[in-house]
């Protein structure tokens, strides 16, 4: 037997040491603190309420609009107080810094209160008076944000759905994340997509290169090189929300830009030069789903053309992942180019989804890689152009697909939206978990996972894990998110549940969550008495499934209950199915 080491005690961390630790647990809590959560269902027909209505117009005023010729309010706060670039307060992570953060911070909370109170003129005095910002400056972004007010607090949502359903013409509007357009308000029109020629912005295009070079320095700090390959998912809708930032990150990743003709539509596409790029180029395996595939044909073209652009170029294997593993490939299996290439895959024509999420909702597997093989099956269908240039639409290629995810080192999937995020619904899980298990089926390691926000300036990047421990603080066990939901009543209730199982479904795609997540939910919703009461009166149908999910997760193996918590669940579990049953 192995002889264990002497227990050292742990000497007391230097006064700097001591500093960075607490610096650093700060800088978690104010991210929770500050992250935007929806407190409570959407009521259709029912307009925003004065608090959201302030945090809405606080998101909105903290991104730059040129289109209204508006810089963004914290800017011109940290120019007023003289703390400088506000952009560059946002990369720092020392104390003046995040204090620097917190003073323009509460200028802006303080002037959109005012707004809000008193008006455009009454928060234009207050920001000259308190940080020196120019009236004529401050005045264009109140303009805007006094439009935005007066959509806010009036809903037409009911009169389009009436019109809509009298068979008369709905107005239409842009369909996209507030925060990222606001003209897509008022809400209550009828939602228009977008042209998936103008795809990616030339503003996704510039905003991604700063994820995408984010994500590959966590890569490499992590891992020590860059990765073999990537697999990225891409959904319709959050391209749509987005002007096809996912589109614009595939793109960085492979080194190419967006090229557009004679009529402004994006086309083709051109390889950045490598001292442009500084990096080698990635390899991306690019799962799609079912919607991006019908919305954005030309664009699955447009991604395939990339991946096989590069795969061509003359460059040396280190700066070309594409080109070494394509050639790598067609020598190992003695195949051709056009076998070796594919890197786009959806479902087949007229299916969706990936069915992962209904297998780990409905408890219907044993081992993780059954979880795999379904991703691999329902999404191996490969999209482009062969060589010849004939239209490859939805071929099967199972052999593609997994020689591709074999190679695959990390995954990544952006948010589009404050309002959803990886344990509001179960896409996420079945999308970014399902292809991780499937990455695991037929790689040598795990990939690492990652996600980014698309919804506040300071991009950042995040591990699987930390965003799950940050969903979970900020909302599962959040009073103001779960009182809330309460307040919906029988659908508060199941949306709790759903946020378990959501978070369950990380546990079972990608082992990626924490055990005092299940130990907390426990403690919050089952094993307090007064709170397992009001949910059981109000949906004792959704209590059931909650504690019964607690006790998959733990007969699986994702948390260790103690035999007397195991007890109290069974017991609570037991006396739900009597009420339900009727039995007294
Ligand atoms: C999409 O927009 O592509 C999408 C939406 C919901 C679930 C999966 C995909
Ligand atoms: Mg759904």
Redesign the pocket.
């Known amino acids: 037997m192995k002889e264990q080491p002497p227990q050292q005690p742990a000497s007391p961390p230097s006064p700097d040491e001591r500093d960075r630790r607490v610096l650093e647990l700060y800088e978690r809590v104010v991210e929770i603190e500050q992250r935007l959560i929806p407190t409570g269902l959407h009521v259709f027909g029912r307009a925003a309420d004065a608090g959201e209505c302030a945090d809405l117009l606080r998101m909105v005023a903290s991104f730059e609009r040129p289109e209204h010729g508006a810089r963004a309010l914290p800017d011109l706060v940290a120019e007023g107080l003289g703390l400088g670039d506000f952009q560059s307060l946002l990369g720092g992570r020392d104390e003046e810094t995040w204090r620097a953060r917190e003073r323009v911070d509460a200028v802006v909370r303080r002037a959109v209160a005012a707004f809000l109170g008193e008006g455009t003129e009454g928060a234009c005095r207050l920001l000259a008076a308190e940080a020196r910002v120019d009236a004529a400056e401050s005045e264009k972004i109140f303009r805007l944000l006094a439009q935005v007010r007066v959509h806010l607090e009036t809903s037409r949502e009911l009169d389009g759905l009436a019109k809509a359903l009298r068979g008369e013409y709905v107005e239409p509007g842009p369909g996209a994340d507030v925060v990222q357009n606001p003209g897509v308000l008022p809400t209550g029109r009828n939602t228009h997509a977008v042209n998936p020629y103008a795809v990616p912005s030339r503003t996704a295009f510039a905003r991604a290169e700063g994820v995408v070079r984010l994500l590959l320095e966590r890569h490499r700090s992590e891992r020590g090189r860059w990765p073999r390959a990537m697999a990225l998912v891409?959904?319709?809708?959050?391209?749509?929300k987005t002007q096809g930032e996912g589109v614009a990150q595939a793109l960085w990743l492979l080194g190419v830009r967006p090229v557009r003709d004679s009529l402004n539509r994006v086309t083709d596409v051109e390889p950045l030069p490598l001292e442009r790029l500084g990096r080698p180029r990635i390899d991306v395996v690019m799962t799609v789903?079912?919607?991006?595939r019908d919305l954005f044909a030309p664009t699955m073209a447009l991604l395939d053309r990339a991946v096989r652009r590069v795969a061509e170029l003359d460059e040396p294997d280190e700066s070309n992942g594409v080109r070494r593993n394509v050639r790598e490939q067609m020598e190992a299996d003695g195949c051709a180019f056009d076998e070796a290439a594919p890197r786009v895959f959806s479902n087949a024509p007229g299916s969706?989804?990936t069915n992962v999420n209904f297998m780990v909702m409905d408890s219907q597997w044993e081992q993780a890689e059954a979880l795999g093989d379904l991703f691999v099956t329902r999404k191996c269908f490969a999209y482009g152009r062969d060589r010849e240039g004939r239209a490859v639409e939805g071929r099967e290629a199972r052999g593609a697909f997994v020689r591709a995810l074999s190679r695959v080192e990390a995954a990544y999937q952006n948010i589009d939206s404050f309002e959803i995020g990886i344990t509001d619904?179960d896409?996420y899980f079945?999308?970014l978990g399902g292809v991780s298990r499937a990455v695991e089926r037929h790689a040598e390691a795990r990939p690492a996972l990652y996600l980014s926000d698309a919804t506040t300036r300071e991009a950042r990047v995040r591990s699987l894990a930390e965003m799950v421990r940050l969903e979970t603080r900020a909302k599962t066990l959040n009073p103001k998110w779960y009182e809330g939901m309460l307040s919906h009543g029988f659908r508060g209730v199941a949306e709790i549940e759903s946020h378990l199982t959501n978070t369950f479904g990380w546990s079972a795609t990608a082992d990626a969550v924490d055990e005092w997540v299940y130990r907390e939910v426990a403690e919050t919703f089952v094993l307090d008495r007064e709170m397992i009461e009001r949910l059981s009166r109000l949906n004792p149908h959704s209590a059931r499934a909650l504690v019964a999910r607690l006790l998959e997760a733990q007969g699986r193996g994702f948390w260790r209950a103690e035999a007397e918590v195991l007890d109290r669940l069974r017991d609570i579990f037991a006396g739900l199915e009597d009420r339900i049953e009727g039995v007294t």
């Open positions: 891409l959904w319709g809708l959050d391209n749509i789903s079912g919607i991006f969706y989804g619904v896409h079945e999308y």
